[in-house]
Every structure is written in C-alpha cells, then in structure tokens.
C-alpha cells in the first residue's frame, strides 16, 4: 500500500482523508492519514519511518518544511513555503499547490482577476501564496498585514503596495477582491465595509470567517472549500501520478454548501 498524510497543528477537523478517499473510490492501493505533532522534525521522522510516499503539509509547518527537502518548485523561490512535499527518487521534491487553489477557487467561480484591486489580509504563508497567484492572474494587490516591522522590506520584494492592517476598512471601498488568511479572531474582520461590488474568498474553510458579514452585505462569497478542493486537485496528482476524481470530491466537500460552484 503507498501511504499518505497530512502534518500540522489542529487538523482534527481536516477534511483532506475523507477528501483523498473520495478522490480515489477508497482504493486499496492507496491509504491517508492524519499526523498531529507538536513539530515538524516530528512529522519528518514519521515520514521517514512509515515511510510516507507524499505529505500535504499545513501551518505551522510550511516554512520550516523546507528544511527537510532537497528540491523546490519555482513558485517555492517566491512564497518561501510549501504545502506538499513529494519523494521525487531519493529525494524530497517540495511543492506549493495554494497557488493554484487560489488562481482556481477564482476562475472556477466565474471570477476573473484581471485589472482588479486586491487586498490580500495576512503575510503568512497562505497571504503570500495569494499575492503569488494574483500577481500571475494581472491584479494589483494590496498586501495589508497586522506587524508592520520589516512590511516595507516585504511590500519591495513582492512588489506589491502595503498598508497597515488597521487601515485596511478605508480601502476596502477601492477594491475588487478580498482575500482573507486572517485567523477568525482578528477584530479587524468584523469592521470591513463590504458591499455587493466585493469578491471575499476565506482561507479558513471550517469557521469562514467572512462568510456572514459577506452575506450581510450582499458581497459575493467563495469559501475555502473551493481553495481547499483546488490545490488538493495537482496535489493529489502529484502524489499518486493519477488524476484524482473531481466530481467526487465537489460531493464530499460541496453537498451542505451552497456558497461555492455546484457539482457540474
């Protein structure tokens, strides 16, 4: 049987084994499995010793990861995070599938990116791989962020413009599309004045954080199910070398949501 996983804090809740199961008709071939652990060395000597064909890799581990492989994707150069790592021979092959997640979550919604203004909430891992695929999609972003140390720095490197996160209601009325890695907490989220020209897509398909306000608003809502489905489409492909069965997995993910792309 050729194993998988998914390392990281708090992924009880994933959806990921019901979503490879799924992907796969439950094959025998094939088995996915959740590892908790309070580190990434941790992780790495699990997959070691399993030994594990491919890990999804979520936070806080995305970066430091990195560490453990002795190749990269390009798109690996920009975000200095992967979310998938793959045995490539005797090697470890890091790759970051979010950035298509995100470029798809988009474009399988109908929306395009093209000439919008876009604020991108959080410079963590999964802000970064937004402003990755928005740049590659033509948007111009707007990276807003809640530690202003070392911003700037960021803000040249990405080549993108940056505005302290307390600042961001005031620009909201500016942009196109919204899109949120912010954990749920942040007070900043309840204060956004969106309206029925905004795009909101949510980084955190279990609590949606935007989800309610976006509603209330009348602005148009993609919630991280739609992320979540399209970076594990190639990620799952790159594990097995078998393209994974789409309609089945909008079923596991899309059945009680009615928020996202239906099941065409």
Do not use: C
Request: net charge positive.
């Amino acid at each position: 049987m050729i194993k998988f996983a998914l390392t990281g804090l708090n992924i009880l809740h994933s959806k990921s084994p019901r979503l490879f199961a799924a992907a796969y008709h439950n094959s025998r071939r094939y088995s996915y499995e959740l590892l908790t652990t309070t580190s990434i060395g941790k992780a790495m000597a699990s997959f070691h010793s399993i030994p594990l064909q491919g890990m999804n890799v979520t936070a806080p581990f995305k970066q430091k990861v990195l560490l453990y492989v002795d190749l990269f994707s390009e798109e690996i150069e920009y975000t200095g995070t992967a979310n998938v790592i793959v045995r490539h021979g005797d090697k470890l092959l890091a790759r970051n599938t979010d950035i298509i997640g995100i470029t798809d979550a988009f474009i399988q919604n109908g929306v395009s990116v093209r000439g919008k203004r876009a604020i991108v909430l959080g410079a963590g891992g999964a802000g970064l791989s937004a402003v990755y695929a928005l740049k590659q999609g033509g948007a111009r972003i707007f990276l807003a962020n809640r530690t202003i140390t070392g911003m700037k720095q960021v803000a040249q490197r990405y080549k993108v413009n940056y505005i302290p996160l307390q600042e961001t209601p005031t620009h909201v009325a500016q942009a196109d599309l919204i899109v949120n890695t912010l954990p749920r907490t942040a007070d900043i989220l309840r204060t956004l004045p969106l309206n029925e020209s905004h795009v909101v897509l949510d980084a955190d398909y279990e609590h949606n954080p935007l989800q309610q306000l976006s509603a209330e608003r009348h602005a148009r809502y993609i919630s991280g199910l739609s992320w979540l489905l399209w970076q594990a489409v190639p990620a799952f492909f790159y594990f097995t070398g078998v393209m994974p069965d789409i309609p089945a997995m909008k079923k596991v993910l899309f059945q009680n949501n009615k928020t996202d792309e239906t099941m065409k």
